[in-house]
């Protein structure tokens, strides 16, 4: 099992990035896909799931309307689309594979985990 994520990098506030996971070596049907994130000095925390079979969404209250996170089947690969970026966005993301469902917000409950990529948001 490999997760890849890619994309990170340096914004200024108000800008746009957009995440990359690519999967490999999961039954993907039978997996909830994930973004998480880990400020310095701070815990990891949810960002926003998507269930790959059939799609329902779920975000963190302090994405939700900003972030957009959707897959392309074709390339198993899932994205994070940020707009409106905030300092406050500035983390390392990491994404991340479990067999839960889509609103599962906790970290020990996804069983793969990507190697992370920064986002870094300038004032």
């Known amino acids: 099992v490999q997760l890849q994520a890619s994309g990170g990098g340096l914004v200024q506030a108000g800008g746009s990035l957009r995440l990359s996971c690519a999967a490999s070596g999961l039954p993907f049907s039978q997996y909830t896909m994930a973004w998480f994130r880990q400020a310095p000095g701070k815990d990891r925390e949810f960002v926003a799931a998507?269930?790959?079979?059939?799609?329902?969404?779920y975000y963190s209250e302090l994405v939700k309307g900003r972030f957009t996170i959707s897959r392309d089947n074709a390339k198993n690969t899932q994205y994070l689309q940020m707009n409106s970026l905030k300092p406050e966005d500035t983390a390392v993301y990491y994404c991340a594979a479990g067999r839960v469902i889509t609103s599962q917000v906790r970290e020990p409950t996804y069983s793969y985990w990507g190697q992370g990529t920064q986002v870094t948001v300038s004032s």
């Open positions: 998507l269930r790959w079979s059939s799609g329902p969404t």
